[in-house]
């Protein structure tokens, strides 16, 4: 079992910077790619960013690349999005998951967070 708590959203203006925090629980982390999702009202859920368990690859969804960075901290069972650049298009529910299988389709993912808010203003 992996628990997931997201944390760092917010309201920041376009072209600002936010850093998501996920907290992961659970001795079978490290054994897990991790990934990011975002759900904006009205829109299917969206692939931002993975890391493997290794940390030695790393994935990003076309509309991030170049502003997002994915990273995670082994010692403190956390995984990292630095978003910077932001965008009003940017606006969404930013989930933390977890997988072991294809790290850029959800229904791969086996664990949750619950989501934390980002709202990027004009």
């Known amino acids: 079992q992996v628990q997931l708590v997201e944390s760092g959203g917010g309201l920041v203006q376009a072209g600002g910077s936010l850093r998501l925090s996920c907290a992961a629980s659970?001795?079978?982390?490290?054994?897990?790619?991790m990934g990011w999702f975002r759900q904006a009202p009205g829109k299917e859920r969206e692939f931002v960013a993975a890391?493997?368990?290794?940390?030695?690859?790393?994935y990003y969804g076309d509309s991030v690349k170049g502003r997002f960075t994915i990273s995670r901290d082994y010692a403190k069972n956390t995984v990292l999005l630095q978003m910077n650049s932001l965008k009003p298009e940017d606006t969404a529910v930013y989930y933390c998951?977890?997988?072991?299988?294809?790290?850029?389709?959800?229904?791969?993912?086996?664990?949750w967070g619950q989501g934390t808010q980002v709202t990027v203003s004009s």
């Open positions: 998951a977890a997988t072991r299988g294809v790290v850029t389709q959800y229904s791969t993912y086996d664990y």
């Open positions: 659970g001795r079978t982390f490290n054994i897990y790619d």
């Open positions: 890391i493997s368990w290794s940390g030695g690859r790393l």
